[in-house]
């Protein structure tokens, strides 16, 4: 089988649309890590990802009937852009399928290529299922955004570039993961030329559906799937993908968040321009790659994916990134509440760099502050913890809790006394105009809302924490309540950062 790919790839020819993109030194990156990086600048083609190459591709292979017949998909963001340009290039009518949640920008790039945009439902399942209703009721062809061998062998022309532009030594190349199929025509091409190059597919840890499905031997489909890295929060890996896949790839890497908006910073650093999260997972696995192997003059080559990025989204992003280069740390700490407390405190952090600090007064004996200390490394972060602890302080470690740094860090000091019966629940809706209004409506007609924290990041989804007074007894019902809103959730009463700041 992958013998019939080496030929499809070969002979696509999609090269009057699509750019063959440059290999990009990452010197900065590079003298940091120790290794020699390259980025594969996907960024750069005209829809500003790797997707316009399997769409293009696809509708190259289509009959003439079909092409007459008009073709539809189901996108929240760069395949609908990939298509959108193809479709309108070879004059096919195209309708794309958006979620209602798509962000405004995505949506305005895919009307601007020309083509017809229906907004469907909340989420990608929904506006995929009413595509499916349309291919069957209007006889058109579905293109699927990687479960299809002539997207994957378009996809996989990426690889085949890369050989060519460097056919010298390359230890190591990372790929980012979402449905599956960039990593499959890539890994596919890569190991039958050249089967010594590592590659190792990396997935955002709140979507890795390619990691379970390694593990389990089969695809799964995850019960949740995080959203920040978008153009890869898919539930379950592609089924030609992961076929291809389960016997070319040397290792699958999960990444955090932080990491992303680490690598993101580091591709700045480099070259100037703004990966969108999907587009900075392969530098954050080729990051972590080494930190685990302590890889050492090594050519590692990274494919930087895509660049569509809401750019509401700097703001959260670069709040993250000092976290993800492990030069943050946030410690909830219990200081004496009585004067020059902070300045001995202060003292004690031996000339470190305070980055944030927060407090307000709690009662007369001691007082919990949330603070941020600038580190060197995870390890510069343990001897941090080690030493205030030997020096009498109450230390939690929330660097990794993501309550804190979503929520709390925004309201320490909002203490309400009197408060009884408070649960505490953490909710995703979508973001669209009303969501706020509507989850309000229905939360509060049942319970009082006792806190309440939202900030827009520009995502497709609202990160929300709710405080409600509900009294023992009717603690059973509010599962039921809350799964009737159709909104994801999860309690937080017992997450230390609310404890020690907002109880």
């Not at 990274?302 to 990025?309: L, Q």
Request: net charge neutral; glycine share 8%.
């Amino acid at each position: 089988m992958p013998r019939e790919y080496l030929k499809k790839i070969l002979d696509a020819r999609i090269y009057d649309l699509v750019e063959e993109t440059p290999i990009d030194e990452a010197p900065l990156l590079s003298a940091r890590l120790g290794n020699r990086v390259l980025l594969k600048r996907e960024d750069l083609q005209p829809v500003f990802s790797f997707k316009l190459r399997g769409a293009y591709n696809k509708l190259r292979q289509l009959s003439a009937a079909e092409r007459e017949a008009g073709v539809i998909a189901a996108s929240a963001g760069n395949h609908a852009q990939g298509l959108a340009l193809a479709a309108t290039r070879m004059g096919i009518k195209a309708t794309i399928l958006m979620p209602r949640t798509t962000p405004q920008i995505k949506v305005d790039a895919v009307r601007g290529r020309g083509v017809r945009v229906v907004l469907h439902g909340d989420t990608f399942d929904e506006a995929s299922e009413h595509a499916q209703r349309l291919v069957a009721e209007r006889g058109l062809v579905y293109v699927h955004p990687f479960d299809d061998p002539d997207v994957i062998a378009g996809q996989g022309t990426v690889g085949m570039e890369i050989l060519r532009q460097h056919p010298g030594h390359l230890d190591a190349l990372f790929v980012p993961v979402g449905g599956g199929g960039l990593c499959a025509g890539i890994a596919t091409y890569i190991k039958y030329v050249r089967p010594e190059i590592a590659v190792y597919g990396v997935e955002a840890e709140d979507s890795a559906c390619l990691a379970a499905a390694m593990h389990a031997g089969r695809r799964v489909r995850l019960k949740e799937v995080g959203l920040f890295a978008d153009g890869t929060a898919v539930a379950q890996v592609g089924k030609e993908p992961f076929r291809l896949l389960k016997n070319a790839i040397d290792g699958v890497i999960t990444v955090t968040v932080d990491e992303i908006c680490a690598a993101m910073k580091d591709i700045y650093d480099d070259t100037r321009s703004i990966a969108e999260p999907a587009g900075a997972l392969a530098v954050a696995g080729l990051k972590k790659h080494v930190a685990r192997n302590g890889s050492r003059e090594q050519t590692l080559l990274a494919i930087d994916s895509g660049a569509n990025i809401n750019f509401d989204r700097l703001r959260y992003i670069a709040e993250r990134t000092e976290i993800g280069e492990r030069r943050e740390a946030v410690l909830a700490i219990t200081i004496p509440e009585q004067r020059g407390s902070f300045r001995r405190f202060c003292h004690a952090l031996s000339r470190r760099n305070v980055t944030e600090f927060n407090y307000r007064y709690a009662d007369a004996t001691e007082a919990h502050i949330f603070v941020g200390i600038g580190v060197a490394s995870d390890a510069d972060r343990e001897h941090l913890l080690v030493d205030l602890r030997e020096r009498g302080y109450a230390v939690t470690d929330m660097t990794g809790d993501e309550m804190a740094k979503l929520h709390i860090r925004h309201m320490v000091g909002g203490r309400a006394p009197g408060i009884d019966d408070e649960v505490v629940y953490l909710f995703e809706f979508p973001e669209r105009p009303g969501a706020l209004a509507n989850f309000l409506d229905k939360l509060g007609g049942r319970w009082n809302i006792s806190m309440f924290h939202y900030r827009n990041h520009g995502a497709a989804y609202g990160r929300v924490l709710v405080g409600m007074q509900v009294p023992v007894a009717e603690r059973g019902a509010v599962p039921v309540f809350l799964d009737a809103l159709n909104y994801r959730y999860c309690e937080a009463t017992a997450n230390p950062a609310y404890r020690f700041f907002l109880s």
